[in-house]
Nanobody
């Protein structure tokens, strides 16, 4: 059973920073890439950032490029999202996503989500 556990959400002021973490655990045979998505109230879930596991290539949504940085952690199967220059419109539940091979074969896995609120 594969699990993704996120941490690091909370309240930040506009212009502030937060760092999200996501750790994948369980029967993992290989990771293809990991990323972050977010869903604001009344809106659909949207892509934020993604990193390929083998080459480390990164991809960002236009709305966060230059402010957010996705990276792999030194700890195995961990990904971070450093969020700087936060704006109120970044308020959302942030979900970790992993494209990996587990006991059920290759598929997408999702974390439970962590709330990020940007407000003065």
């Amino acid at each position: 059973q594969v699990q993704l556990v996120e941490s690091g959400g909370g309240l930040a002021q506009p212009g502030g920073s937060l760092r999200l973490s996501c750790a994948a655990s369980g029967s993992i045979f290989g990771i293809y890439d990991m990323g972050w998505y977010r869903q604001a109230p009344g809106k659909e879930r949207e892509f934020v950032a993604r990193i390929s596991w083998s080459g480390g290539n990164t991809y960002y949504a236009g709305s966060v490029k230059g402010r957010f940085t996705i990276s792999r952690g030194n700890a195995k199967n961990t990904v971070y999202l450093q969020m700087n220059s936060l704006k109120p419109e970044d308020t959302a539940v942030y979900y970790c996503n992993a494209d990996l091979a587990g006991n059920s074969g290759r598929r997408d896995y999702w974390g439970q989500g962590t709330q990020v609120t940007v407000s003065s």
